[in-house]
C-alpha cells in the first residue's frame, strides 16, 4: 500500500489551499448556525449538536485515499482536514471517515448515477419496484453494488434515505440523495460537497424550513424571484416556488408572485403557488381551497384537503360544512383519509359521517373508515356496523375491523370472531393474533364464566378464552 511521502503531501496540500477562504467562512459559520434562533430544533441537529470532530491530518488523508485507493474529491478533502473528520451536517451530520465503509474493489470505478436519472419530486412515496422484489440474493446484491459502485455514503436521512458523495466518473464531486428501497436518487443543487454545505449552515442562519434540505434550488428571496421570472419551464418554476415555501418570512412581492402564478400553464407551478399562499397568505387561498374541495378532479380534492391538514389546521372548522358534505361519497382514499384527520382536527364527531364508507367498493376506504371508527369514543354504540365490517371479503378490511373493536367487550362480537377464526387457520393476516389480543379484554374470571357466557358452538373462542384465563390465574 502506498502512502504519500514529503512532497506528494505538499501537493495535496497546495491542492486544497483553493479552498482555504471558503473553509475559513465554514468554521465561522458553524459557530453563528449553533447560536442561530432556531437552531436547535432543525431536523438532526440533536445528533450532531453542531459539534465537529478533529480535523485530519495531510498524513491521515493521505493514508485514507491510499487505503481506499482513490483520490477524494478536493472539496470533501479540504472539509475533512480544514472542518473535521465528521460531525455537524445537513441530516443527521456527516460520518467521520472510520464509519464510511465503501466498496473498495469498485470505488475507483466509474459511478452509474446519471444527472438524467433523478427524481425531481424527492417528496413522493417511493413507487413499487416489482423488478427488485423478484431477484434473488445474489442478483439483488449485485445490482446494488453496480449502482453503487464510485460512490461513498457519508451520512443519512433516516428512513432508509442516503447521503451519497460520488468519488469517481463524470460527475465525482457531487452529492446524491439515493432511496435504499426504490432505488430513488436526487442530485443535490450545488456542484460539490462544499458549497452543498455552506448552503445548509447560510439557511440554519437565515432561519430557513430545511426539513428536506438540498431538495430545492438554493438562494435567498432575490435570487430565487430573478430566476423564477426568467425561468422558460414549468418544471423549474414549480422548484423555484416550492423553495420560496422554505423562507421564514417572504415579502409581499412573493405573495404576488404566487398569486399571479396561480393562473401559470403549468400544473406543478399552479399547486406550489397554491401551498405558498395556503401556508403564507391564506386570506387569497382559502376561497381556492373551497372550490377545489367541490371538483369533479379527485386530485384537485386531494390537493386540497391535504394542504388544510398541513397549513390551515387552526381554522379547520372553516371547511367543515364542505367536509361534512364530501366525507360519505368520496371515491378518492388518500382524500378520504385527510378528510378524517380535518374533521377531527375540528372537534367533529365523525362515526356517523363515516359509515356510508364501511360499504365503499374501494378496500382502502373500507379500510381506512374502519380504522378511523375504531379510535372514536363513541364506537360501542356501533356494534353491528363493526361486525358488518368483520365480515368484509377484504381480509385487510377484516384485520382492520379486528383492531378497531378491541377494548369491546360486547358479546355479540364473539361469533363473528368465530367465523374468522374458521376462516383464518394461519396467522398470514395477522387476524388470530389481534383477535386473542382482543379478547383478552372480556373480563372472564372463570372457566364456568365462559361455559355459561360464550355459545358451545364458539369453539375457538372458547378455546382461546380459557387460555387467557388460566393464564392470568
Not at 82 to 91: K, Q, S, T
Request: glycine share 8%; hydrophobic share 40%; with cysteine.
Amino acid at each position: 500500500m502506498h502512502f504519500r511521502g514529503k512532497t506528494e503531501a505538499n501537493e495535496r496540500a497546495g491542492e486544497l489551499r483553493v479552498y482555504d477562504e471558503q473553509i475559513a467562512r465554514i468554521r465561522q459559520k458553524l459557530l453563528q448556525a449553533a447560536q442561530a434562533e432556531g437552531s436547535g430544533s432543525v431536523f438532526g441537529a440533536s445528533s450532531h449538536q453542531y459539534r465537529m470532530n478533529e480535523p485530519l491530518t495531510l498524513t491521515q488523508l493521505g493514508k485514507l485515499e491510499a487505503e481506499w485507493g482513490v483520490t477524494l474529491p478536493d472539496p470533501f478533502a479540504a472539509f475533512l482536514v480544514g472542518v473535521g473528520d465528521g460531525g455537524a451536517g445537513p441530516y443527521y451530520g456527516i460520518y467521520p471517515s472510520s464509519r464510511i465503509s465503501p466498496d473498495l474493489e469498485r470505488l475507483a470505478e466509474p459511478s452509474t448515477f446519471r444527472l438524467d436519472r433523478t427524481s425531481q419530486d424527492w417528496m413522493s412515496p417511493p413507487a413499487e419496484n416489482d423488478e427488485l422484489d423478484d431477484m434473488d440474493d445474489e442478483t439483488y446484491d449485485a445490482f446494488w453494488a453496480d449502482l453503487l459502485r464510485g460512490t461513498i455514503e457519508f451520512g443519512t436521512m433516516g428512513c432508509d434515505n442516503e447521503l451519497l458523495l460520488i468519488v469517481s466518473g463524470e460527475h465525482r464531486g457531487r452529492v446524491v440523495y439515493i432511496n435504499m428501497d426504490s432505488p430513488k436518487s436526487f442530485f443535490a443543487y450545488e456542484k460539490n460537497f462544499l458549497d452543498w454545505y455552506e448552503r445548509w449552515l447560510d439557511e440554519v442562519i437565515g432561519g430557513f424550513e430545511i426539513h428536506w434540505f438540498g431538495t430545492t434550488p438554493g438562494g435567498g428571496e432575490a435570487d430565487l424571484v430573478a430566476a423564477f421570472r426568467q425561468a422558460d419551464s414549468g418544471e423549474t418554476r414549480g422548484d423555484l416556488l416550492r423553495a420560496l415555501l422554505r423562507l421564514p418570512r417572504p415579502s409581499e412581492a412573493v405573495i404576488s408572485l404566487a398569486e399571479a402564478a396561480l393562473g401559470d400553464p403549468a400544473e406543478k407551478v399552479r399547486h406550489w403557488a397554491l401551498t405558498l399562499l395556503a401556508k403564507r397568505a391564506p386570506r387569497l387561498a382559502d376561497p381556492l381551497l373551497v372550490k377545489l374541495l367541490r371538483s369533479e378532479s379527485p386530485e384537485e380534492r386531494r390537493t386540497a384537503v391535504q394542504l388544510i391538514h398541513w397549513y390551515r389546521k387552526e381554522a379547520a372548522s372553516e371547511f367543515v360544512e364542505e367536509l361534512i358534505r364530501l366525507a360519505p361519497i368520496e371515491s378518492d382514499a388518500e382524500t378520504f383519509r385527510f378528510i378524517g384527520y380535518v374533521l377531527e382536527t375540528a372537534g367533529i364527531e365523525k362515526f356517523p359521517l363515516l359509515l356510508p364508507a364501511f360499504r365503499s367498493p374501494d378496500p382502502e376506504i373500507r379500510k381506512d373508515a374502519v380504522w378511523q371508527a375504531g379510535n372514536s369514543d363513541r364506537k360501542a354504540e356501533y356494534v353491528e356496523e363493526f361486525i358488518e365490517a368483520l365480515g368484509d371479503p377484504d381480509p385487510w378490511v377484516q384485520h382492520t375491523a379486528v383492531q378497531a373493536t378491541n377494548g369491546l367487550t360486547d358479546l355479540r362480537l364473539l361469533p363473528a370472531y368465530e367465523r374468522l377464526l374458521v376462516q383464518h387457520r394461519t396467522d398470514e393476516y395477522y387476524i388470530p393474533g389481534n383477535i386473542r389480543q382482543a379478547l383478552a379484554k372480556y373480563e372472564f374470571g372463570t372457566s364456568e364464566e365462559i361455559e355459561r357466557g360464550v355459545p358451545t358452538e364458539l369453539t375457538r373462542v372458547r378455546r382461546i378464552l380459557r387460555a387467557l384465563t388460566e393464564e392470568r390465574t
